[in-house]
């Protein structure tokens, strides 16, 4: 199975990266297919809270689907 891709969004404003967000496809052998591994999510302090992640996520959610994933996975440090 060849299907390894990394992807990168990002959140732009007045042409400065106020977020971005990546996901690693990946084989799961208890799934039967191919997972998403969301490894960064990562938003400016003066834009959190203001629904950036989410928007970032949703991309992700949405190309995830799109690519017949089966499960997605967001891996979070224990102080976030």
Do not use: P
Request: aromatic residues 6%.
């Amino acid at each position: 199975l060849e299907f390894r891709r990394v992807l990168f969004r990002s959140a732009e404003q007045d042409a400065n990266v106020i977020g971005m967000c990546t996901l690693q496809t990946l084989v799961s052998t208890a799934e039967g297919g191919y997972v998403g591994l969301i490894e960064d999510v990562v938003i400016s302090k003066d834009h959190r809270w203001k629904g950036v992640g989410k928007l970032l996520l949703t991309e992700i959610e949405n190309w995830s689907k799109q690519q017949g994933l089966l499960r997605l996975q967001l891996l979070a440090e224990e102080v976030n």
